[in-house]
């Protein structure tokens, strides 16, 4: 498929489990990005690559959140011992450029709830 | 930082009619600006989008303005479908800086 894919859809994690979502972009997409959108709300930014470099984690909510891109393609989004409040789902966009804001691409996304 | 507000949070319209979504920004560094569609059950989906250069930019049935001086744009839909249900999202990003900042989102509902 061309467009950005993420696995799993759907996860169900117990309270206190650790959790890893996977995001592959576009192939040759520079920049990445993760997002989470809590049920009824705006998507809210996580982190952002440029290839395999993490310009941008200003977003990541606690040090439970972990991203990488080692390769500068697919990237891993890991959440360490989750809690309730992590329950949202994780959008991961791409986009062709490292500089300009270009236009981005999303994928479905993973729903993860934390029971 | 940055923050966008976004108005109304639901809009329902006949089908034929206009629709029309406004947003507002607070950092005036804030230069590029698009807008999503998001079905349920995915990811949100680019429908158009304009840099701080543009004052207006259209694409067939929808266009999008924007204010730079009052710090706020709007996305217009004219002919509306039924298809164009879903919600809307504004964004707000500035040079530098990758990060989007979403709006809270608009659900639209074309009647038939």
């Given at each position: 498929g061309a467009g950005v894919s993420q696995s799993p859809r759907y996860k169900v994690a117990k309270r206190g489990q650790d959790v890893a979502l996977r995001c592959d972009p576009i192939s040759g997409h520079v920049s990445l990005f993760w997002y989470q959108q809590a049920l009824g709300q705006g998507p809210e930014f996580l982190t952002y690559f440029q290839n395999e470099a993490q310009l941008d984690k200003s977003g990541l909510p606690s040090d439970r959140f972990f991203a990488e891109r080692p390769e500068g393609s697919v990237s891993t989004l890991k959440i360490q011992r989750t809690q309730q409040e992590d329950s949202a789902v994780y959008l991961c966009a791409s986009s062709l450029g490292g500089q300009l804001n270009t236009e981005a691409f999303f994928g479905q996304g993973t729903r993860l709830t934390v029971v | 930082g940055e923050n966008v507000e976004q108005h109304p949070s639901t809009l329902s319209v006949q089908e034929g009619d206009s629709a029309v979504i406004k947003c507002t920004y607070s950092?005036?560094?804030?230069?590029y600006f698009p807008w999503y569609k998001q079905e349920l059950g995915k990811g949100p989906q680019l429908i158009i989008d304009i840099r701080s250069n543009v004052g207006e930019k259209k694409d067939q049935r929808i266009a999008v303005t924007l204010n730079k001086t009052a710090k706020h744009f709007s996305l217009h839909i004219t002919e509306t479908q039924p298809e164009d249900s879903a919600v809307y999202f504004c964004a707000a990003s500035k040079a530098g800086r990758r990060a989007l900042t979403f709006g809270s989102g608009t659900r639209l509902q074309v009647q038939p």
């Open positions: - | 950092d005036s560094a804030s230069n």
